[in-house]
């Protein structure tokens, strides 16, 4: 033990004690410091890296797999590309090629670590800046792939955007997104 | 009530009495107000089932307060009539959240939150790993690891909603 | 006392002693399970006070026990966790699987090894739980009930390498 | 103020069986936080014996990720310990790093320290405002739980999710700090400090706080080193030990910050050696905000073996993408250990690796499980009103202790 500097406490008379506790909780009374969000009325805007809800660049996806590899909780399933770009359809198994697989993510699995994002060789992932989903029943939080490509919805799309700033008085104050 | 409305008054008072309450649980306005009253005292089974718990806790402090939703954790099961299966549940657990569940008096619901309460999330393949879907009827599920507490809001408004529209048997019938 | 002292003093025990600073392994490695406890009493007595691990690692052939002790009370050692390790011979292989009586064999016994919760107490509950992972059966421990697991897995072992398990036989209610 | 009135020795050996002693169970579903169940044997209503029942969210992660490759452990670790997820993956980060040999940079071991602790800070508060709920009181909840938001979303700016952060990779971290970073972690720290001084008056110094907890839960400086006690509980009472200056991790040798130790370790110094560490975390921020060097936020190494596109990424985002190499990563055959400081005490970890894919042995310890002995012994001899403070002092977070 180098440093046995332990520490003497000072106990606070009971009776000054007690005032300044009823002092101290009467200043917050007349001048309380609100830190709520009003969520349905007000939504966050995140930052840039927040890692939410995402959608796969289809046009930049190579079909490689490493995603599929590297997903900690094996969300993501590459299933055979079904849709082309020019909205025809081919047959399930035609063209049995690399480039023909896509990653479909279950919602209800993932862990939202991003790891699919950095491991993609080709950056393809895109993040929808979603955060807040739920969902009825076992079926649709498991997207088909075009499902899966549409980027989610946001639930609240009259709602106020706002970002969070650190505020002297409260800690979280909001202001308008930019 | 097969009999048709206009029967309501025939037979005894017991009779009588039992047929019009039953009527009246079905109509609009008595509904609506159940309805309205369930909506805004949700109150969940104060139960961390997993680490999901703490931002269940976070969503009752104060940035998120989902008490503005009348969403207030409750010590006892007996006064609930949510229970939120926050993240994992082993073997050992999933006994006990059951055993709470049969506690609660109808009507209840159950939101399932994370993903490992609703596809196992990275314990998927555990040999000690449940998922609420397998012993719990699950209303609404909300996805995240741990979800946000706005994801979590969402999903008590969402349940607010099917609340609403299933409201007509939303008053239990006689035996409970 | 610094580490090369520590390890003079405890060659002396009988114990071969490895030091890899670069990787933090200080690792006494004694052949002889039976010894254990004598070479974890001097230790103690060199000052290394509790114990931070219990675990066990599985081999095809033998499971080693080791016990990670370390020191709150000699300035010198705090930065080291010494390793005490020891194997212990398994018994006769586990029967596989019968699928028509959709039951295993017999979970092999659990193997004995000295319990070191009464040179450090620290390691009651440690040892508790590497006695349900592990099956290593610590003579003289007070209590070795299961500890994190439910009773349905008792007496598998999870955490030895053959350990099966049937889902179908575990219901919630 | 209540005394202790069986002697901590000779308690463990009382034989319960008997009529003259009611066992008493508390849990798993309890108004505070977690599960655990206690089983309390009482004389009267002074408590005999204690046998806490753990194990309700046992996840197997030594299990799994003995059965994944090694890079996936990471989310798992965290998982475990979701206040203090940055101490989790730092300790599995720094054990994996003396196993494949890789050292990183010193932006990102300044980075490390900074994102560990935000993260104390957090933890410790999310501490106090359980602590508060077993006291009942509501507003140190409501107050805890809030002040924990700005750090919250300091970190959230710095790491992108809320709570488990998945930050800290082999070699380096994921993210370099964003701009305007810097001002705003000074404001929250500015905030925080004028904050504090209220928490004195309504929480830390509140005469009915002192009367619950001064003399409640004694545990002395002999006994709580010869039961183990890990991190700020070891620290309250008398023992000067911590992993950070003891084995230093990350950048701790180069900041100067204090580890505050207490005399009495009774559930009070178990309070406010807390408080006093949100100082000290909050001094360490500030060096390492003023200290900060340039460079590289991942070793030489691995920045070779990322593709252009990912160079262009780590160029213009200043975000590390993976080289293919962490799909597969195959350590040499060896072990090796780490140890981590984290709010609730020391993380031990315990890797060993065959050369294969996976880990052969994945070992760790939380400090909630190895203060579990402590926990049996520390409400012994008190009366069963006291066992909400003593338990919430302790600070235990039982999803941590099964892992």
Aim: hydrophobic content about 35%; proline content about 8%.
């Amino acid at each position: 033990m180098s440093e046995s500097s332990a520490k003497e406490r000072k106990l606070r008379n009971p009776i000054v004690g007690h005032i300044r506790a009823l002092a101290k909780g009467f200043k917050y009374l007349v001048e309380p410091n609100r830190m709520t969000l009003d969520y349905p009325a007000e939504t966050m805007k995140l930052p840039p890296n927040y890692r939410g809800f995402f959608t796969v660049d289809d046009k930049k996806c190579i079909g490689c797999s490493m995603c599929e590899m590297i997903c900690p909780p094996q969300a993501i399933t590459m299933i055979p590309r079904v849709q082309v770009q020019s909205g025809q359809t081919v047959p399930e198994g035609a063209g049995q090629g690399k480039k023909t697989k896509r990653p479909v993510v279950n919602w209800g699995r993932c862990i939202y670590c991003y790891f699919c994002f950095d491991i993609c060789p080709v950056d393809a992932f895109v993040p929808s800046g979603v955060h807040d989903l739920a969902f009825y029943n076992d079926k649709d939080y498991r997207p088909s792939y075009e499902e899966y490509l549409k980027p989610p919805e946001e639930p609240y799309k009259n709602s106020k955007k706002v970002v969070s700033r650190p505020d002297l008085k409260r800690g979280v104050g909001y202001e308008p997104a930019p | 009530m097969a009999d048709g409305e206009g029967l309501i008054f025939l037979g005894n008072l017991e009779e009588v009495a039992k047929k019009s309450l039953e009527y009246l649980k079905k109509k609009e306005p008595i509904t609506k107000m159940v309805s309205w009253g369930v909506n805004f005292s949700l109150w969940p089974v104060h139960l961390m089932t997993s680490c999901c718990g703490a931002e269940f806790a976070a969503a009752a402090s104060p940035r998120f307060d989902l008490e503005r939703l009348g969403f207030l954790p409750f010590g006892g099961p007996r006064q609930t009539n949510l229970i939120v299966v926050e993240g994992t549940t082993t073997w050992k657990m999933a006994r006990v959240v059951r055993r709470v569940y049969d506690q609660m008096p109808a009507p209840k619901w159950v939101i399932a939150m994370g993903a490992c309460a609703m596809d196992g999330g990275i314990f998927w393949d555990s040999y000690n790993i449940v998922v609420a879907r397998d012993y719990l009827p699950v209303d609404v599920y909300v996805p995240g690891c741990p979800p946000r507490p706005e994801a979590l809001a969402r999903g008590v408004m969402m349940l607010k909603e099917k609340i609403d529209r299933e409201r007509s048997n939303l008053i239990p019938s006689e035996q409970r | 006392m610094n580490a090369d002292e520590l390890k003079t003093a405890l060659e002396a025990e009988g114990a071969k002693v490895t030091y890899d600073q670069k990787r933090k392994v200080f690792d006494v490695f004694v052949q002889d399970p039976s010894r254990i406890k004598q070479v974890a009493r001097k230790m103690l007595e060199l000052g290394l006070d509790h114990v931070v691990s219990v675990t066990g690692v599985d081999y095809p052939d033998r499971i080693e026990v080791i016990w990670h002790a370390s020191s709150y009370s000699v300035d010198s050692l705090e930065g080291l966790v010494v390793a005490l390790r020891t194997p212990i011979s398994k018994g006769p292989p586990r029967q596989a699987y019968d699928p028509r009586t959709r039951t295993y064999g017999p979970a092999r016994p659990p193997l004995p090894v000295d319990s070191l919760t009464d040179v450090w107490p620290s390691a009651l509950f440690l040892e508790r739980e590497a006695h349900e992972m592990f099956g290593i059966e610590f003579r003289g421990h007070p209590d070795l009930r299961p500890i994190l697991l439910s009773d349905d897995f008792y007496g598998k072992w999870p955490l030895r390498k053959d350990f099966t398990y049937d889902k179908s036989e575990l219901k919630v209610a | 103020m209540s005394e202790r009135v069986y002697n901590i020795e000779e308690a463990p050996n009382i034989d319960v069986s008997g009529d003259r002693y009611i066992m008493l169970q508390i849990g798993p579903s309890h108004p505070g936080s977690g599960h655990m169940r206690i089983k309390v044997w009482l004389d009267g209503d002074i408590v005999v014996k204690v046998d806490p029942d753990i194990g309700f969210v046992h996840r197997t992660s030594e299990w799994l990720s003995e059965r994944r490759e090694f890079i996936k452990a990471i989310p798992i670790v965290e998982r475990i310990m979701l206040p203090d997820t940055i101490h989790a993956n730092l300790s599995y980060i720094t054990t994996l790093e003396r196993l494949l040999g890789l050292e990183a940079p010193p932006r990102a071991q300044y980075l490390r320290t900074l994102a560990a602790e935000i993260n104390r800070i957090t933890s410790h508060l999310y501490g106090i405002g359980i602590f508060g709920i077993f006291l009942g009181s509501s507003t140190v909840y409501m107050w805890a739980f809030g002040d924990r938001e700005p750090f919250i979303d300091l970190m959230e700016m710095l790491t992108g999710a809320r709570i488990t952060y998945s930050y800290i990779i082999p070699g380096g971290v994921r993210w370099d700090m964003p701009k305007g970073f810097k001002e705003r972690a000074e404001k929250v720290l500015e905030y925080m400090e004028k904050r504090l001084k209220d928490y004195d008056d309504i929480w830390v110094k509140n005469p009915v706080v002192q009367s619950r907890c001064v003399n409640v839960g004694v545990i002395d400086k002999t006994n709580a080193i010869r039961l183990g006690v890990v991190g700020p509980n070891l620290r309250a009472s008398g023992v000067y030990y911590d992993t950070r200056k003891h084995d230093p991790y990350a950048a701790y040798q180069n900041v100067d910050f204090e580890v505050p130790t207490f005399k009495n370790g009774d559930a009070y110094d178990r309070l406010l050696i807390r408080v006093e560490e949100i100082k000290q975390s909050m001094k360490i921020i500030k060096q390492v905000l003023k200290d900060m060097p340039e460079g590289k936020i991942i070793d030489e190494g691995t920045y070779k073996q990322l593709n252009p596109v990912m160079k262009k990424v780590y160029d213009e985002r200043a975000r590390v993408m993976f080289p293919a190499f962490y799909n597969h990563m195959r350590p040499q055959p060896g072990e090796a250990t780490g140890r981590v400081e984290a709010g609730r005490g020391e993380i031990f970890f315990y890797l060993r690796s065959d050369g294969g894919k996976y880990p052969y042995r994945f070992r760790w310890v939380t400090p909630s499980f190895r203060n579990l002995p402590f926990f049996t012994h520390v409400a012994v001899g008190y009366r069963l009103a006291d066992l909400p403070a003593i338990y919430g002092s302790v600070d235990y977070f039982p999803p941590e202790a099964d892992r």
